[in-house]
């Protein structure tokens, strides 16, 4: 395949009008540093790609955002809002403060976990890269997050990320899932 640039992926993953709802209402609420990110920009790109539905595959749509109150209630009220706002679209939003993820993530996932900076950072620590992705406006356009490009989405490659947390039984599992709902992937094995 071509190689994919900013604009050509954004113009696929705003082909899935869901992602467009949920960028615009992210914009509306003016959440801290917020970010549609990962899969559904990502797997919106791959159906486009290959001629499915956009919708196809997707699980859930996560939002990023990033506010140093890092109350549950805060983050409650937060989702709460968002649901509220967005439960027409019918799909499943999972909505998470990337300043209170470490207070959490050892708990549920047994690994450590530093306190981040801002929503950019919880990117960076994505299981694989091809799912390094935010997406959000800025002025009259959309500000891109993807530090590894936009070649293996344009690919439709998963590749590992193999940062901190990283978990092989957890990679294979996810990629077995894709590989099964997008049989053009290509699965880079985790080292």
């Not at 939003?93 to 950019?120: D, F, M």
Request: glycine residues 8%.
């Amino acid at each position: 395949m071509a190689a994919m640039d900013r604009d050509r992926f954004l113009a696929l993953a705003l082909k899935n009008p869901v992602n467009v709802a949920i960028i615009d209402e992210l914009a509306s609420l003016a959440l801290p540093d917020a970010l549609l990110v990962s899969g559904c920009l990502v797997q919106t790109a791959w159906n486009v790609l290959t001629g499915r539905a956009v919708d196809h595959g997707i699980a859930d749509y996560d939002v990023f955002y990033f506010d140093p109150d890092t109350s549950w209630e805060a983050e409650d009220a937060v989702i709460r809002t968002l649901q509220a706002r967005l439960g027409h679209l019918g799909v499943k939003i999972e909505i998470r403060n990337q300043a209170r993820v470490h207070l959490w993530y050892p708990g549920k996932h047994g690994l450590p976990y530093p306190p981040l900076t801002c929503s950019t950072d919880g990117i960076d620590r994505f299981l694989t890269q091809n799912t390094q992705v935010g997406v959000r406006r800025a002025g009259g356009g959309f500000e891109v997050y993807a530090p590894h490009g936009f070649d293996d989405i344009a690919g439709l490659v998963a590749r590992p990320n193999p940062g901190a947390n990283f978990s092989a039984a957890s990679y294979a599992a996810k990629a077995a899932r894709w590989k099964a709902l997008w049989p053009e992937l290509t699965v880079i094995a985790a080292e």
